[in-house]
């Protein structure tokens, strides 16, 4: 089982917004809404940020949203700020033995 | 919150066994439809869901794993545990324990986490 596909990296300057992508298969993320995003900050415990594709944990700005088309996910961060600056991991589950897929994490870069 | 914590060595030779702890605080690991997972990060890769216990002792492993690894539970003491035998290099990475919840709570999202123990394999 190959891990979801994700871009290696990601920019954007402080307030503007960026989008960081999760593709997967219609095993995965194009069959169930079962789609959580993580950020992760080195040397300190992954927050998830998004849950069952567009749901937020209480707490998580409402500037983190989550969407689906078909076999992609999307994690869209707007307003950017510079605490943003993190790895960030989308998780689905999948129907083809594995369970839980991970994909391979993006590195987001607040210029 | 719930808070989690890995403990265990962070040097393991070639070919032994690999184990680790999580023990859960501000929180019941018999608490729910949650699950505890552990979860492994190589350096430079992406994450990897290694399996997941619930309270009841009913496991689920990541195939590509299963035939070396056993998660065990002490719900007495809130803790739960990860074995990994016959290791290699490749099993060198920051492993992570994660509270895990089900479709009816959290659509198999994982809430919380441990801030992970790096484990090297190496002789």
């Known amino acids: 089982q190959s891990a979801l596909t994700q871009p290696p990296s990601a920019s954007g300057s402080p307030g503007q917004s960026v989008t960081i992508s999760c593709t997967g298969t219609s095993s995965d993320v194009g069959g169930y809404d079962y789609v959580s995003w993580y950020q992760l900050h080195p040397g300190k415990a992954p927050k998830l940020i998004i849950y069952e594709v567009i749901k937020r944990p209480s707490g998580v700005p409402d500037r983190f949203s989550g969407s689906k088309s078909g076999n992609t996910a999307s994690l869209t961060v707007s307003g950017l700020q510079a605490e943003d600056e993190a790895d960030y991991f989308c998780c689905s589950y999948t129907n083809s033995g594995n369970l839980l897929i991970f994909g391979g994490g993006a590195k987001l870069t607040v210029l | 919150q719930v808070q989690l914590q890995e403990s265990g060595p962070g040097l393991v030779n070639p070919s032994q066994t690999l184990s680790l702890t999580c023990t859960v605080s501000?929180?019941?690991?018999?608490?729910?439809?949650?699950?505890w997972s552990w979860i492994r990060q190589p350096a430079g890769k992406g994450l990897e869901w290694i399996g997941r216990?619930?309270?009841?002792?009913?496991?689920n492993y990541n195939p590509s794993l299963r035939s070396r690894v056993t998660i065990s539970v002490d719900t007495s003491n809130n803790q739960f545990f990860l074995k990994l035998t016959s290791v290699t290099a490749a099993d060198t990475a920051v492993y992570y324990c994660?509270?895990?919840?089900?479709?009816?709570?959290?659509?198999?999202?994982?809430?919380?986490w441990g801030q992970g123990t790096m484990v090297t394999v190496s002789s």
């Open positions: 994660a509270r895990g919840g089900g479709w009816a709570l959290l659509g198999d999202a994982f809430d919380f």
């Open positions: 501000r929180g019941s690991i018999n608490s729910g439809n949650y699950y």
């Open positions: 216990i619930y309270a009841s002792g009913s496991t």
